[in-house]
């Protein structure tokens, strides 16, 4: 097979995470460490909004230290800054994608590396589909990023395992305070996930460590019942006064209206306006109309995926491992592809790290498992908790300097 | 002078820190250490309620390995479980103190520590007073303790240091995750603080160390100006897409109303139900009505006062100090003292363990320094961040097990 011969661009896309770095120095190391077919990587500045724009840094250039990789993979957010452009669909603008060919020949760019979650592969796809007819020899991957963990392909996403730490840890905090009181309170988490509950889920996982955890957990992958949320909760109220309760932000109804968004039927007041609640709010002043003790929420908002300080180190080192498979793979002829993770062995726990078409990946959910949920909806099962576990192993040495940790910035 | 032999008992009250459990560890510390004029250690379970129950804990007899102590330290929220019992006033119900030194009696109780804020400070007050006066000898201390730094007599209190810590990376990061797009957005980050915006000051402590802040911070030290904030918050859109704004939860209109309690005249719809909007969220509403740009606000809510992962050693270590002082002092006979800390020497930093007579230090305020913010009142001054910043210095050797943090549950 002939080597494609040529320099490589890479760019960051979506929501930022606490790994996405990590997998951008993996790209970075990959080069760096590669065959040599790719001679500069360029890095896009907000994606293919700068790719457009040749808003383009020199990325081979800069990182000429292990120091500043090192300070990359523990910086949260997407140092390339990120977009959210959807592209045309080949056929429907090829102006698009003809003005993006003439950026790469501008730049004898052959290798297209992008980093996302599912828009992203989305983009990846449709480049890749274009670039296949268009005559100009390209290489196109897709290297995955989500806290979400909702692409499909993969045993789990880079940037999941640190936001599932973050949350895990700050359930265990979160309980630990509730539990100074003696007063019957409900204390309700909402935590990220529009779709699929993965991230509430990891709210659980000190189940399997030491016996703590929420006393209820609602996915979105269950209908959500108001009735039987209120009687869940006072049976663990009747257990002890200090309930705390775990929800996914995408909760719905059975007619598929969000609990965050919608009133119920009847209670309109008591739920305020729509634009006002989210949903562990809307659920706090439902226990408070219904119940009426003490009711706190807590929504854990943008620290759940930027909380580099309390980051898994095996997320960080698998991201970098990524980063490097795609240049690998790349490098090897492969393109349309997206890196996958298969998980090889339970305990102790391994990977293999692979790549999939992409097309069979775009625009697909992965939902959590059946298994993984309890037979009432209402948390989630061991089976659960023990696929979660080995993706939040490990502190990272995160360097402090006068109290603050370090973060690089582009 | 006559040294009083019996035994002690310490309490936990107010709302939990990260660090409140480091001066419980130091209270047991300095009995193991001490002069021996103390015997035996009860805990009280939810302060003096579980006094008045005599619910008490051998706290000697259970940390008897370091390993405990060290665990014990790590633990956020208060172990002991706490309480918000304002007592009597002496004179008003003294049926209620007797009952209460019968209790001390039946255990040969002589010593007394609260560990505790503002409140707790009024009951180891009105405990001295009823005390000194009742013919039972015996020694009573209160132990500062409170993530809203607002005791006055001290340099600082225990406890503010880690949610310092918490709150200033934790601004870092999320400066991080919003300046990723290049559209113009607003964040505002609430921060706890009712009187005080000590707290709310500390998300500024990067402009010391790295020269990120936020753009913005606001503080119930001053009067908030809704007309004010929109023309800043235009002046730092002017600048770059990315604004972020830290206000206390206490921040108030010239008429007093609190910012996230109240309507403002003329705009009752656009900021929803008093009951339903928080600061951060009123905020959030009045931004996206009168600016029109994309706003997002964040609570930081409990995670404050319980990221006991993201403590301050400087913070712990003194805590542990403060605990152990009490008690050196209490054995030499102080009584109705607050321990207190002095600081000594800017840089180095260095301070004076010492301790004041309670009653000039219950049911008041401090509040930030007018010194410590700036002319136009949305921001703090260099002063602020170099008062702060040796507060949040060292990382805790936090033990994980399994990928979490290990807590020690009494």
């Known amino acids: 097979m002939k080597k494609l011969i040529g320099n490589a661009v890479v760019g960051q896309s979506g929501g930022p995470t606490a790994a996405i770095n990590a997998t951008l120095s993996g790209v970075i190391r990959g080069v760096q460490n590669g065959e040599g077919c790719i001679k500069t990587l360029y890095g896009m500045r907000n994606g293919v909004e700068g790719l457009m724009k040749k808003d383009l840094l020199d990325l081979t250039k800069f990182f000429d230290t292990e120091e500043k990789l090192s300070l990359l993979e523990h910086t949260p957010a997407a140092a390339l800054g990120s977009c959210r452009k959807k592209l045309p669909k080949p056929g429907e603008n090829d102006a698009f994608y003809e003005e993006m060919i003439a950026i790469f020949r501008e730049f004898d760019i052959r290798y297209f590396f992008y980093i996302g979650g599912n828009d992203s592969m989305d983009t990846v796809s449709k480049l890749s589909a274009y670039t296949a007819k268009c005559g100009y020899e390209m290489v196109i991957m897709g290297v995955p990023k989500t806290i979400d963990n909702d692409l499909v392909g993969t045993d789990h996403t880079p940037g999941f395992g640190s936001a599932a730490k973050y949350i895990a840890i700050t359930a265990q905090e979160i309980i630990r305070d509730c539990a100074v009181y003696r007063v019957p309170a409900v204390t309700?988490?909402?935590?990220?996930?529009?779709?699929?509950?993965?991230?509430?889920?990891?709210?659980?996982?000190?189940?399997?460590?030491?016996?703590?955890?929420?006393?209820?957990?609602?996915?979105?992958?269950?209908?959500?019942?108001?009735?039987?949320?209120?009687?869940?909760?006072?049976?663990?109220?009747?257990?002890?006064?200090?309930?705390?309760?775990?929800?996914?932000?995408?909760?719905?109804?059975?007619?598929?209206?969000?609990?965050?968004?919608?009133?119920?039927?009847?209670?309109?007041?008591?739920?305020?306006?729509?634009?006002?609640?989210?949903?562990?709010?809307?659920?706090?002043?439902?226990?408070?109309?219904?119940?009426?003790?003490?009711?706190?929420?807590?929504?854990?908002?943008?620290?759940?995926?930027?909380?580099?300080?309390?980051?898994?180190?095996?997320?960080?080192?698998?991201?970098?491992?990524?980063?490097?498979?795609?240049?690998?793979?790349?490098?090897?002829?492969?393109?349309?592809?997206?890196?996958?993770?298969?998980?090889?062995?339970?305990?102790?726990?391994?990977?293999?790290?692979?790549?999939?078409?992409?097309?069979?990946?775009?625009?697909?959910?992965?939902?959590?498992?059946?298994?993984?949920?309890?037979?009432?909806?209402?948390?989630?099962?061991?089976?659960?908790?023990r696929y979660l576990l080995p993706l939040i192993q490990g502190e990272p040495a995160v360097s402090y300097v006068n109290g603050l940790p370090q973060h690089l910035i582009l």
């Open 188 to 385: 309700i988490i909402e935590i990220m996930g529009r779709d699929a509950g993965w991230l509430t889920a990891a709210s659980a996982i000190g189940r399997v460590v030491n016996g703590i955890e929420p006393d209820l957990v609602y996915l979105p992958e269950r209908v959500f019942d108001m009735e039987s949320f209120f009687s869940d909760v006072r049976a663990a109220l009747d257990k002890h006064p200090n309930v705390v309760v775990a929800v996914s932000e995408g909760i719905r109804f059975a007619d598929g209206r969000y609990v965050g968004e919608g009133t119920q039927t009847g209670a309109t007041d008591a739920f305020g306006h729509a634009y006002l609640a989210g949903t562990g709010k809307a659920l706090e002043l439902a226990v408070k109309a219904e119940i009426g003790c003490k009711v706190r929420s807590i929504e854990l908002n943008l620290p759940q995926r930027c909380a580099a300080h309390a980051a898994s180190q095996t997320d960080l080192s698998e991201s970098v491992r990524i980063g490097a498979s795609a240049v690998a793979a790349a490098e090897n002829g492969v393109t349309g592809a997206m890196v996958t993770v298969t998980r090889t062995c339970e305990e102790p726990y391994t990977v293999r790290i692979g790549h999939s078409d992409v097309s069979l990946i775009a625009n697909r959910i992965r939902f959590v498992d059946d298994a993984f949920i309890n037979e009432a909806g209402n948390h989630v099962t061991d089976a659960c908790c």
